[in-house]
């Protein structure tokens, strides 16, 4: 089936919440809105503002500031002792966009280069819907988190006291998937994205001049034989069942032709979708580091941080979630034994905390998945914002009921 068969069929099918495809016009705009006037980090006032506002007129209790700007819309309805969250992302990237859209970021060197504007935009088009309708019976915790793109955001509001003030059985997320064509979603059990870890590695030689190498100790020599040393841990340390990254984002020495600095500095990133695999990678990064620079007898420092676990999917919010959306695109276009994918996510830390789910909803082909997430041409697609909305009405009727 064409992408625009896709799309026809569930912007048209009755297993779609019609009057979240009717509104869907509003919520494009405000998508647009946000895209327009990006927020970086922690530093997304007028977004959780814009937020926190639709939230109150629409009759949520709400509460803001948590974690510095996140806000918590909740909602009860009936009687019922269970409880929902479901949290979408706000914060933008710096990145310069140069997309030409006429609703393309007025703010330069910020950028919703990953679709948080339009995680936000489903999540308030449900928003405004279960309001209306309370067709639940339990509590639900909308949840507006800042700072995703850093891998802060979620943990901040956590420590906020997020789940204490705000319990929940479950928690859910959603983020689009370009090259997943519109119409199918990704939602499987066990990890969906990769820890990530960073490390800042220094070698400290002697500098001196370029002409005369044997008078110092070059620390740019044992930089490039570590670079390479470094990409043998997964191509010789790994199963190769297993997956994992190793990669070097920057390299930092010396400021002219003619001389040889006293250090290097290296800016390591990786990954893995499983623990005893990140465990591996960081003795063998510690390793390998102290080891080379022994060779070539220069110091070494290591500052090794984790900052995100694995994305765990537990078994009956995933089941909950499968069935649901089985319900609105049909058993064919929901994939459960799609991989890992290799970015990481924040939502981790929420997921950890309290059982989750966190799926992929497809962004599009073509020219819609040609663009990965991260790049100054990105775009989210307006079509996806009934069918992320929907699922999560249906999610939360099914969920609270």
């Known amino acids: ?215 110092a100790r070059d620390p740019i020599v044992a930089a490039g034989s570590l670079i390479m040393a470094l990409q043998t841990i997964v191509s010789r340390n790994l199963p190769a069942s297993e997956v994992g990254v190793v990669s070097i984002g920057g390299i930092h020495a010396g400021a002219t032709h003619n001389v040889i600095p006293d250090t290097v500095q290296l800016l390591l990133n990786m990954r893995s979708t499983n623990p005893e695999i990140r465990e591996r990678i960081e003795r063998r990064v510690q390793e390998i580091v102290t080891l080379q620079a022994q060779c070539f007898g220069v110091e070494a420092t290591i500052e090794y941080k984790r900052l995100v676990p694995v994305v765990v999917n537990a078994e009956e919010p995933t089941a909950i979630a499968r069935d649901v959306l089985t319900e609105i695109v049909g058993s064919p276009n929901v994939l459960t034994d799609s991989k890992a994918v290799m970015g990481s996510e924040d939502f981790a830390w929420m997921s950890e905390a309290v059982p989750g789910c966190y799926v992929m909803i497809g962004n599009g082909v073509g020219e819609w998945g040609g663009c990965m997430v991260h790049n100054p041409k990105y775009d989210f697609n307006d079509r996806i914002i009934s069918l992320g909305a929907s699922y999560w009405v249906k999610l939360v009727e099914k969920y609270l009921n």
């Not at 896709?6 to 998508?31: H, N």
């Not at 850093?150 to 509001?157: E, Q, T």
């Not at 090259?179 to 870890?197: E, L, N, R, W």
Request: hydrophobic share 40%; glycine share 12%.
């Open 1 to 215: 089936m064409s992408e625009d068969a896709v799309l026809e069929a569930d912007t048209t099918s009755a297993q779609l919440v019609e009057a979240i495809v009717a509104d869907a016009p509003r919520f494009t705009e405000i998508r647009r809105r946000i895209h327009a006037h990006p927020e970086t980090g922690f530093d997304v006032v007028n977004t959780a503002g814009l937020v926190a506002g639709l939230l109150r007129e629409w009759g949520y209790d709400v509460h803001t500031g948590i974690g510095g700007t996140g806000v918590v819309g909740q909602l009860r309805a009936g009687s019922g002792t269970r409880s929902i969250g479901i949290r979408a992302d706000m914060d933008a990237l710096p990145i310069h966009e140069q997309t030409q859209l006429p609703y393309a970021s007025k703010i330069a060197g910020k950028m919703h280069a990953c679709g948080h504007d339009g995680h936000t935009a489903i999540l308030l088009a449900a928003a405004k819907y279960l309001a209306e309708t309370r067709a639940f019976d339990g509590t639900l915790n909308l949840i507006f988190q800042p700072d995703e793109e850093n891998l802060c955001g979620a943990r901040r509001m956590i420590e906020d006291g997020l789940f204490e003030r705000f319990p929940c059985d479950a928690v859910y997320a959603l983020h689009n998937g370009p090259g997943i064509p519109v119409g199918q979603v990704v939602v499987k059990t066990g990890g969906v994205t990769a820890a990530s870890d960073v490390a800042t590695v220094t070698l400290k030689g002697v500098g001196g001049h370029g002409a005369m190498p044997d008078k």
